[in-house]
């Protein structure tokens, strides 16, 4: 009941194109989601974040959609670019002092020029 | 703003010693966590000190350990070394509020020969 579930593993999107990463929880509990972008040999970064009373959040080109009922979540990436390549966690966390975060396995993003 | 700060970078070990790793925090947060993340796999949650109190460890043997100091920084240890203990060993901070973003440091990367 712990886990986050993502998907794809892997995603090869052209330049110009959106990318889209799906995450699915069980537990009713979280609270919080957050997504983070990982470059090689680097930690991962906080990328975007977002609370269940929403039902989307945008910054910039990254978009977090969720939806309550379903218990998902998904980032979108419009207008990808070879920057963007790198592997992206999703994650959700609990509202209580226990601050658990529980990542998902990982997204690697590979967007061709 | 500094960022989370881990040293070494890299540390090499053979089976059976004592590996000590180490972690500063962002200036003003007294939550630190432990990952372990083994090559091409999510992050799994080793321990979480706040205050310089263990507050919550992962489904790790006991021979992974640490310690939260007066200023915040951290240490991991991991005893009897294992080859599967081969893996970038990451240290995030947050501040003790509930669902504070964790942010990340780069990590050490262990390995065991």
Redesign the interface.
Known sequence: QQQVKQSPQSLIVQKGGISIINCAYENTAF??F?W?QQFP??????LI?I?PDVSEKKEGRFTISFNKSAKQFSLHIMDSQPGDSATY?CAA?I????????????TRLSVLP | EAGVTQSPTHLIKTRGQQATLRCSPISGHTSVYWYQQALGLGLQFLLWYDEGEERNRGNFPPRFSGRQFPNYSSELNVNALELEDSALYLCASSSSYSNQPQHFGDGTRLSIL
């Open positions: 609270d919080y957050p983070y040999g680097k930690g991962p970064a906080l974040a609370r966690f966390s509202r209580d002092y226990g601050q658990n975060f529980v990542f998902g396995p990982g």
